[in-house]
């Protein structure tokens, strides 16, 4: 994944915007609450790894 996402500048602003668009879509989904925050974890860890500037 690092790989594919390389051409793009990934900076935190980018991280922070990427995952705000995934509050609606799991809000809507049909599942606990538990299982929600578990995918949210995964997620910010993910978004962490992908990071690939500092710039703003």
Do not use: G
Not at 3 to 12: E, L, Q
Not at 24 to 32: C, E, G, I, R, Y
Request: aromatic letters at 14%.
């Amino acid at each position: 994944m690092a790989r594919r996402h390389a051409p793009f500048k990934i900076t935190m602003e980018a991280r922070k915007v990427w995952l705000e668009s995934y509050i609606p879509v799991l809000q809507a989904l049909n599942m606990s609450d538990e299982l929600k925050q578990s995918f949210w974890n995964y997620l910010d860890i993910f978004s962490i790894w992908m990071m690939n500037s500092n710039e703003d």
